[in-house]
């Protein structure tokens, strides 16, 4: 799945559907390979579909998102970002947190050799 996608702010239910696809093909590859690499088998969560009236900070989305983002930050050597807390309702939060999670990605793409 192509990196690029997740830097795309979706601004439509397709967009955000699209956008929750990719993302979560991405976590897929991530994890996939640090255990073929390193031999961890990190847990997997299921991120795709997204609602975002129910993607608060205190919903299980949220929260498992960060437990991947933490885990595959530890292993690769990541400076992490809190990625809690965002109004997906709200354009301007959405965006600033798109960025931060798919700069996140492309470090981890990066350095696992993904697109």
Known sequence: MALAALFNVPSTRTELDEWAFAHMAHHRDIVRVIYERVGLALPEYALDPLNPNEAGEDSNW????????????????????????VNWLDENQLSAW??????????????????
């Open 62 to 85: 949220e929260r498992l998102h960060q437990v991947m983002h933490t885990q595959m930050d530890t292993i690769l050597g990541i400076a992490p970002f809190n990625l809690l807390g």
């Open 98 to 115: 798109i960025q931060l999670n798919a700069n996140e990605h492309r470090q981890a793409g990066d350095i696992l050799g993904l697109g």
